[in-house]
């Protein structure tokens, strides 16, 4: 599969991808205008307080890597060296085009099949990787808003964004109960929701889902790997954030780690819309206001907001098209490995 076949995407997307930029850009601009005002505080950024949050995203990549590396088995497991190219190519396309998730997980599953690792073993751990991913990101946000409430008092507001979080992680759960537990009934919905498309016909769609119930199987026998898995996953989203606390603690404002929390998660949780890459407007136009409603200045929330996507959503693209160079220029000197179809 090509690079250029995998970013492959809907006009709609684009066009509600440059809706959600226009929007932002409108709402931030008055914000971005006083920040402007205070634009010296760049050249007074605190650099140790730079590198740390730099320090953190490689430590998120990393960790990313990380849960890709456990999930799949030792048998077919790549080196790490190789699974990072990968996941860093996978990540790279994700910020690069609208519903990024999609075509950065397609093609991860793609490259990872390339490195000799199954192509079930690959659909698996692309779809347990997300599945760990969201699972983690809502127990963070539940985790956040019980400090933010035993600190700061309780809030409706606080209330929802708890349901919202339990009905996510319970709908996870379930899936995951399903397959491990009534693999059948599963089966029985993937049929009915993708057996429509012409490559996916419901014999092939219950074929793969019982394959996904063993592979499942096979990881819950060893609670130690599905530990280092929920573990990397986690740190992926922890040294995120401990990069966006770095960012704007560079311009001289200590936030609140329960309320940079709340707003981190949100902020996520509103990128994972299937609208823009990897939340490009969406995230600034949700961060910005509720750190300022948190207590930051205008000119600290946006520049430091700013400064931590240069590292959480630019650089990965440089790095993401190095990685996936990397791969061409490696299979070029080696012999092509054959995916294992079982």
């Known amino acids: 599969m090509s690079l250029r076949t995998a970013v492959r995407c809907h006009p709609v997307r684009y066009a509600l991808g440059a809706l959600a930029l226009v929007v932002a850009a409108v709402f931030l601009t008055p914000k ?25 995203e490689l430590a998120s990549l990393l960790s990313f890597s990380v849960v890709t590396y456990v999930l799949i088995q030792p048998a077919n497991r790549p080196s790490f060296a190789r699974i990072l190219r990968v996941d860093l190519v996978t990540v790279g396309v994700s910020h690069a085009v609208p519903a990024g998730s999609v075509a950065g ?21 692309k779809v347990s990787q997300s599945l760990l991913s969201g699972m983690l990101l809502q127990a963070m946000l539940g985790g956040f808003l019980l400090l933010k409430i035993l600190l700061y008092g309780p809030s409706t507001s606080n209330a929802l964004l708890a349901l919202a979080g339990s009905a996510i992680v319970a709908l996870a759960v379930v899936f995951v109960w399903l397959l491990d537990r009534r693999p059948a009934a599963i089966q029985r919905i993937a049929s009915a929701a993708l057996g429509w498309l012409p490559r996916l016909q419901p014999d092939r769609v ?20 599905l530990a280092w898995a929920a573990a990397g996953s986690l740190g992926n989203w922890a040294f995120d954030l401990v990069a966006l606390w770095a960012a704007i603690r560079a311009f001289g404002h200590s936030p609140s780690v329960a309320l940079v929390g709340v707003a981190f998660c949100v902020a996520q949780v509103a990128a994972s819309l299937p609208i823009s890459p990897a939340g490009l407007g969406v995230v600034e136009s949700s961060l910005v206001p509720l750190l300022i409603g948190f207590g930051a200045t205008s000119a600290v929330a946006v520049l430091g907001v700013l400064t931590w996507r240069v590292f959480n959503f630019w650089f990965p693209l440089p790095v993401g098209a190095l990685a996936y ?8 000197q080696r012999p092509s490995v054959q995916p294992h179809r079982a």
């Open 105 to 125: 997980t397609a093609l991860g599953y793609e490259l990872l099949a390339e490195e000799g690792v199954g192509e079930v073993e690959s659909g698996f751990v």
């Open 32 to 56: 971005v205008s006083e920040a402007l005002s205070d634009v010296h505080r760049l050249r007074g950024a605190a650099i140790g307080w730079l590198v740390v949050s730099f320090a953190g």
């Open 325 to 332: 160079l990397l791969i061409l220029l490696d299979r070029r």
């Open 206 to 225: 219950r074929r793969f889902v019982g394959q996904l119930h063993e592979r499942l199987a096979e990881l819950l026998a060893h609670p130690g790997r």
